[in-house]
């Protein structure tokens, strides 16, 4: 299995030891970026023993605009065929991010294809360009905004204090998916220590335990047997299976078909809705799949982007200033943000996406197999050869963006996909695989700045360990994580 296939001898090796090692000592995509750069950055790809298998990890613009826009040519690979019968792939299952061709068609499309109100997506041409089915047409405004105002509650009672901001925007940003996704407040910004938060936790956590990741078999053995895991799984799968049956029980009642017509409906309604079509067929199975999938794609990135861009201000205070600024002059005396005003906010926006370059929360995206031998320029990868496309590596890149370690948001002033070398920036992935969620993520986050900016103002502690740069670390084989961080709020008025 060591045998390195023919066709990718020519392509430089990346050390095996030295980015298991980072992993093992929690490294995060920044140090795993400064083991591969110099081999990325020259030839654009590099091959990795991993698993048993060679893989290519790549920062080419040309294989990743292929890989993207030949969705056949290179599908994902299901959990079950990376990691079969493991924990993870028993709890995220078949779902619209780890599924292909005309499974992912009807996940996809189920969740999507019914909603029918004027698309968010029209609002911000600038970012969305590249949308092609957005699952949040109309958009749980409300629900954004009861939640910053409870985040400023919680602030409010630290007064002054550092408060540990990840963990924070965890709480806030789990509050807001529970709801949407399938209208359970967690409520863990009241009460972090509520059962079915902990147990979610836990199982997370339980998932992206590196071990199990590198040495995906050590699994199997009884002595690592995951009895106790596997426990808080099912835990976590009887509140799904739970919400499931009850809204399944709702569909009997008119209320549910108003919701849709009103397009009010949450997107477990959404997706029992579009399982009564017979041709996007869903079992409750498979929701339950997509729930747990959801909650971990758009909570725990959301939860990254916040935090890092709080950082950010903090450690830029004539940044913090300007944005405060804007917000002030476009919002008036408004806490929230209407749509229009979100519009309005330019430099807030290109904060915003100068943030996502920097720390992109997903910095590595799922692996892909080709399906057919590939020729590209002068290697030959064979079918199945797992590709592995670097975001952090595209958007650290000299060869891609000015000065990439600094953090300068009016790179993106009179910014456009047009203009822009493409593939050069991709927090949300591109083409038909683009991020479901990414309008949805942008407005969380200009909702909640917005209400925390014109409230307060965000400062590092003197003794913080990210005084000099922010201290990543291993979340997964795709999340960016980061080491515990404490920022001050001192109101403002
Ligand atoms: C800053 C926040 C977010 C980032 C950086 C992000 C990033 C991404 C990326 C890079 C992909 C593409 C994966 C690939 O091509 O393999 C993706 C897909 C996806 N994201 Fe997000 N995401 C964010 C927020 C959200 C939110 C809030 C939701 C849901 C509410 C969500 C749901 C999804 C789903 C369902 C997919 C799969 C789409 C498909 O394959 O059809 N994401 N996301």
């Known amino acids: 299995k060591f045998r390195v296939p023919e066709g990718i001898k020519n392509v430089p090796t ?13 490294g995060g995509p920044d140090k795993r970026w400064e083991i591969t750069r110099k081999v990325l950055e020259k030839e654009g790809i590099g091959k990795l023993w991993f698993n048993g298998v060679w893989h290519i990890i790549t920062t080419d613009l040309e294989l ?22 493991s924990l993870t792939a028993n709890y995220y299952g078949t779902n619209v991010v780890f599924s292909n061709g005309d499974v992912w068609k009807r996940h996809r499309y189920g969740i999507t294809s019914h909603r029918k109100s004027i698309s968010a997506v029209i609002y911000f041409p600038l970012f969305l360009s590249h949308i092609t089915s ?9 629900v954004f905004d009861e939640t910053a105002v409870k985040l400023l509650k919680v602030i409010e009672k630290v007064d ?23 209208g359970f407040d967690f409520n863990n910004l009241e009460d972090p220590t509520n059962v079915y938060v902990t147990t979610y936790q836990e199982v997370t956590a339980e998932c992206d335990k ?30 799904y299976d739970g919400l499931i049956e009850t809204k399944r029980k709702s569909m009997e009642t008119e209320e549910l078909s108003k919701k849709i017509n009103n397009n009010t409906a949450d997107l ?14 869903m079992s409750d199975e498979e929701m339950r799949y997509n729930l747990a999938m959801f909650m971990l794609a758009g909570h725990d990135t959301t939860a990254t982007a916040l935090t890092t861009i709080l950082y950010v201000l903090a450690t830029h205070k004539d940044v913090q200033s300007k944005a405060r600024d804007e917000i002030l002059r476009v919002l008036g005396d408004s806490l929230i943000p209407t749509i229009d005003q979100q519009r309005e906010l330019k430099y807030l926006n290109m904060v915003i996406k100068e943030n996502l370059r920097l720390y992109p929360p997903v910095h590595q995206l799922p692996r892909r197999e080709n399906s057919e031998t590939i020729k590209f320029r002068n290697h030959v990868f064979l079918p199945k050869t797992p590709i592995l496309i670097n975001i952090y590596g595209i958007h650290h890149s000299p060869n891609n963006w000015k000065d990439p370690e600094e953090f300068n948001p009016e790179r993106f002033e009179n910014d456009n996909d047009e203009k822009r070398e493409q593939y050069t920036w991709l927090p949300f992935g591109s083409g038909t695989r683009t991020c479901l ?13 917005c209400a925390l900016l014109r409230k307060y103002e965000v400062s590092s502690p003197t003794d913080s360990i990210h005084q000099d740069k922010l201290h990543l670390d291993h979340s997964s084989s795709t999340l960016t994580g980061l080491q515990s961080l404490h920022l001050i709020f001192k109101r403002t008025e």
């Open 64 to 85: 990743t605009k292929d890989v993207f826009s030949k969705t056949d040519l290179y599908p994902k690979t299901s959990l079950d065929e990376s990691i079969p019968g």
């Open 160 to 182: 002054n204090g550092p408060l540990e901001v990840q963990d924070l925007m965890h709480r806030l940003t789990l509050d807001v998916l529970g709801r949407v996704a399938f």
């Open 437 to 449: 969620g990414n309008n949805f993520s942008l407005i969380e986050q200009r909702v909640m700045l």
């Open 210 to 239: 590196p071990i199990y990741f590198i040495i995906p078999f050590i699994e199997y053995l009884p002595y690592f047997d995951r009895t106790e895991a596997r426990k808080k799984v099912a835990k976590i799968n009887e509140l």
């Open 134 to 142: 957005p699952a949040f047409k109309s958009l749980p405004m409300h």
């Open 14 to 26: 990346l050390s095996f030891l030295k980015l298991v090692s980072a992993i093992f000592s929690n």
């Open 268 to 281: 477990l309604e959404c997706m029992i809705h579009a399982s009564s079509d017979p041709k996007y067929p």
